[in-house]
């Protein structure tokens, strides 16, 4: 068979999103041992970097070796017993997955739900808490299959006053909006490296409070993955440096690099690139007479969800945009098939120039099925001013 070269697309879906060449340059290092001193160092190095972006203090901050979905697992299944009961806040896919682990490990999962496409309501999460009493309350604070931002203001405050634990999933927030760990009382937070750290994906970054680091310690029963029991993994990223499982060390590599260009450019820098991007992409969009799906005070910044118009093939647009324009965008998950697109504007992708190139891209794919709309151009431009 052919080698497969891939060629070099333009990422705008959601996600893996773009890589700066340093990040994949940084992947074709030699390898060192996962015990190698130097490795270790570099393992401190990571570690520090993460609470930089996580912006917390927390010891047990540290990169899962796995994607965003053993972040997700890793926070549940290390601090869920049998018989905990979880309060799991489910407005898009990624709650229903969190629903489904908590599950798994054999806890008794409530589900408060919202509407996909609005994010969750706090008085609904208040009354499951006072009526369940769970040890923990999970929520998804960029929900990437609809685009929708979730305030988590206040929410920690309520969980602890009612004996429970915030567990928050910021697989596409972190790096593109504040996450504010410690500020927010956020118990254990984990991300992904393939969103708006702009790095390959196979790692996820997860930081975990004292709080939830005795409540783990503490536990009655073994957690139930031995592959991501954090008593174990904990002893590598920490002092001892006992081996657990092989480290994937090109991927450090790569993170290390990723984040040192977070840290380069700034946390508050990079969120207003990532907020100023998403206005003028909305901008454009808006001119262009298309539609937004998300109520403009739940907007996601790094995930922008576009209505499909009416009589309009998702799919054809879709494949014109890769096939004609180099640009990948996404489409609807579940019940928003065929009726969204999904641009993301992550990381590196979060550029003048792609909101530019998408909304021209996608005006002559529209055109293509017939469709004549005006540019969206100017006035995303004109928002750039503003
Ligand atoms: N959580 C959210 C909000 C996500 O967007 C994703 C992936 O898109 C995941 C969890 C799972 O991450 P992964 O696909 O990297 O396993």
Same mark, same amino acid.
């Given at each position: 068979?052919?080698?497969?070269?891939?060629?070099?697309?333009?990422?705008?879906?959601?996600?893996?999103?773009?890589?700066?060449?340093?990040?994949?340059?940084?992947?074709?290092?030699?390898?060192?041992?996962?015990?190698?001193?130097?490795?270790?160092?570099?393992?401190?190095?990571?570690?520090?970097?993460?609470?930089?972006?996580?912006?917390?203090?927390?010891?047990?901050?540290?990169?899962?070796?796995?994607?965003?979905?053993?972040?997700?697992?890793?926070?549940?299944?290390?601090?869920?017993?049998?018989? %905990?009961?979880?309060?799991?806040?489910?407005? $898009?896919?990624?709650?229903?997955?969190?629903?489904?682990?908590?599950?798994?490990?054999?806890?008794?999962?409530?589900?408060?739900?919202?509407?996909?496409?609005?994010?969750?309501?706090?008085?609904?999460?208040?009354?499951?808490?006072?009526?369940?009493?769970?040890?923990?309350?999970?929520?998804?604070?960029?929900?990437?299959?609809?685009?929708?931002?979730?305030?988590?203001?206040?929410?920690?405050?309520?969980?602890?006053?009612?004996?429970?634990?915030?567990?928050?999933?910021?697989?596409?927030?972190? $790096?593109?909006?504040?996450?504010?760990?410690?500020?927010?009382?956020?118990?254990?937070?984990?991300?992904?490296?393939?969103?708006?750290?702009?790095?390959?994906?196979?790692?996820?970054?997860?930081?975990?409070?004292?709080?939830?680091?005795?409540?783990?310690?503490?536990?009655?029963?073994?957690?139930?993955?031995?592959?991501? %029991?954090?008593?174990?993994?904990?002893?590598?990223?920490?002092?001892?440096?006992?081996?657990?499982?092989?480290?994937?060390?090109?991927?450090?590599?790569?993170?290390?690099?990723?984040?040192?260009?977070?840290?380069?450019?700034?946390?508050?820098?990079?969120?207003?690139?990532?907020?100023?991007?998403?206005?003028?992409?909305?901008?454009?969009?808006?001119?262009?007479?298309?539609?937004?799906?998300?109520?403009?005070?739940?907007?996601?910044?790094?995930?922008?969800?576009?209505?499909?118009?009416?009589?309009?093939?998702?799919?054809?647009?879709?494949?014109?945009?890769?096939?004609?324009?180099?640009?990948?965008?996404?489409?609807?998950?579940?019940?928003?098939?065929?009726?969204?697109?999904?641009?993301?504007?992550?990381?590196?992708?979060?550029?003048?120039?792609?909101?530019?190139?998408?909304?021209?891209?996608?005006?002559?794919?529209?055109?293509?099925?017939?469709?004549?709309?005006?540019?969206?151009?100017?006035?995303?431009?004109?928002?750039?001013?503003?």
């Amino acid at each position: 068979m052919d080698d497969i070269t891939a060629p070099a697309r333009i990422l705008m879906g959601p996600g893996p999103s773009p890589v700066d060449p340093r990040v994949l340059r940084a992947m074709a290092e030699p390898l060192l041992g996962h015990l190698d001193p130097m490795f270790l160092r570099m393992m401190d190095e990571i570690q520090d970097l993460l609470r930089y972006v996580f912006e917390t203090a927390n010891r047990l901050t540290i990169p899962v070796s796995g994607t965003g979905s053993a972040g997700m697992e890793a926070a549940l299944v290390n601090l869920l017993e049998p018989g %905990d009961g979880a309060v799991i806040c489910i407005n $898009g896919v990624f709650g229903e997955r969190m629903f489904d682990i908590a599950g798994r490990a054999g806890a008794h999962p409530e589900a408060v739900r919202a509407e996909w496409g609005r994010p969750v309501d706090t008085n609904e999460i208040e009354d499951a808490l006072k009526s369940h009493r769970p040890k923990l309350v999970a929520i998804v604070h960029a929900e990437t299959s609809t685009g929708v931002l979730q305030n988590l203001d206040g929410l920690s405050a309520l969980a602890h006053d009612n004996g429970a634990m915030l567990v928050v999933d910021a697989v596409t927030s972190l $790096g593109g909006h504040p996450v504010s760990v410690d500020a927010r009382g956020i118990d254990v937070c984990y991300s992904g490296t393939q969103k708006c750290l702009s790095c390959p994906p196979g790692l996820s970054p997860i930081t975990f409070s004292e709080r939830a680091v005795d409540t783990i310690r503490s536990r009655k029963s073994k957690v139930q993955s031995w592959y991501l %029991d954090m008593n174990m993994v904990a002893n590598y990223w920490g002092a001892e440096r006992s081996y657990h499982h092989t480290a994937p060390i090109s991927m450090n590599y790569a993170l290390k690099e990723a984040l040192r260009a977070v840290r380069e450019e700034g946390l508050e820098a990079r969120w207003r690139r990532h907020e100023s991007n998403h206005r003028a992409f909305v901008s454009g969009i808006e001119a262009m007479g298309l539609e937004m799906f998300v109520a403009a005070e739940n907007r996601l910044w790094s995930l922008n969800a576009v209505r499909v118009p009416d009589g309009v093939d998702d799919q054809r647009v879709r494949s014109r945009l890769l096939e004609r324009h180099n640009i990948e965008i996404g489409g609807g998950l579940g019940p928003l098939k065929g009726k969204i697109w999904r641009v993301g504007l992550m990381g590196a992708g979060s550029t003048r120039e792609n909101v530019l190139l998408v909304l021209e891209a996608l005006r002559e794919s529209l055109q293509a099925q017939g469709l004549e709309l005006p540019s969206g151009v100017a006035a995303a431009e004109r928002a750039y001013e503003s």
